[in-house]
């Protein structure tokens, strides 16, 4: 039952009814009214205005410096610009936990969220992930908030009626109407696609990013993160992060964390289809099958196989990479979950373990040499730096984990594998140490960027 409509498809069935039975006006007023306001006010006071402050280094002129032309045109130092955004925030606890986007609050150097009734507080980002575009934000000083529970957005269905509560444009809170017209949307515009999205027709606009999507209970379903449009407004398509995502980010800044832990999954997969189902004897064409796993993939430990298709975690639906990736950052890590897939034309279950990627030894090498990489950090590929990069899991070798002093020179960037120096092939760390003394002053340097092999040759 949901109890703020549930008033309102009351007050429709007593006018529909003896209204058409009897000759006679409405009664009163609940007979005559359909509203969204008891909803309205007890949720808004939780939906807050965000102001983010950042400061930005102007370009210098490259005649700044130049005593001749500086005396003619006044070039001097460029005074730093300030740069605002506006966004909304919600607040999921009263000693203000505050949840919004990160683009957002990304890179402020100043955030002031006001609420409703005119106060003000300073918030710090404790926790944030551009991959989900999600950050939680610590108000200082606050208590007795205004606070909003998050619903189970598993449960939402196409069709729910829905609210989107924001600061569109910066014209004050505002309150627009719709359902939910759409779930599993995955990818997007922003961040890089981790999870799937509620899709609403309840318009949101620029500034309404962060605010709250609620449903007839008023609980949060999702915080309003992104538009579908050609014309920079609202084109009835917009796109909401799930509650029950947001929900496992709270738990974590909460519990301390300023990064998100999510269980790795070490499988890549593919959408199933019509082709796929009917060579495999499925009866329709769902889930994603296995195309690889890496070794230490925790699918792997529990007995999966490349080929086998992957239906459900927990008994949910799984059919998109993004969705698989969803499904195990809303468990969290710790425990497990059962997993349902397609073997041999039949359905089979396992238990899969709920962990972070591992690790591995750790072994690392920071690069002090009287050549151009002085200051460069390196690792052995391990799965952890593999999920942190975003990398194939195919991948090995050697990765460049940071790049400071004389070894910006070689133009290297973190997430880089190196494949060979002046033609020696860099396998280990001993084969790097070794490479990076050679006192040659032409460089020749293979490695892997964006999955694309490149070459560079610099003269030192």
Known sequence: MKPFLTLSICAAVVLAGPARAEDRVPQDAAEISLSFAPLVRATAPAVVNIYARRIVEQRQSPFANDPFFSQFFGLGQAA???QNSLGSGVILREDG???????VVAGADEIR????????????VILADPAADIAVIQLEGASDLP???LADSDQAEVGDLVLA???????????????VSGLARSGGGMG?????????DAPINPGNSGGALIDMEGHVLG????IVTRSGGSNGIGFAIPANLVSQYVEQAEAGRTAIERPWSGIEVQVVDAAMAEAMGMPAPRGVVIARLHPDSPFAGAGLQTGDVITAISGLDVDGPQELEFRLTTMGTGGTAPVSYWRDGAMEEAEVTLSPAPAGTGESLRIRADTMFDGLAAAVLTPALIERFGL??????????????????????????????????????DDLAAAVQDQSRRWQIAFVRDGQRVVLRIRG
Request: glycine letters at 14%.
């Open 80 to 82: 730093p610009r300030v």
């Open 97 to 103: 936990i505050v949840v919004s986007n990160v683009h």
């Open 113 to 124: 969220v006001v609420l409703s009734d005119r106060r003000e507080y300073d918030g710090k």
């Open 147 to 149: 606070a909003l529970t």
């Open 165 to 179: 509560i924001g600061n569109p444009f910066g014209v004050g809170q505002t309150v627009t109407s719709g359902i």
């Open 192 to 200: 890089q696609g981790r999870g799937y999205f509620i899709q609403t």
């Open 223 to 226: 915080i309003n993160s992104q």
């Open 392 to 429: 194939p899991l195919s991948a090995e070798g050697i990765i460049v984990t940071g790049v400071t002093g004389a070894a910006r020179a070689t133009r290297l960037q973190e997430g880089d594998v190196i494949l060979s120096i002046n033609g020696a092939d860099i396998r280990s760390l």
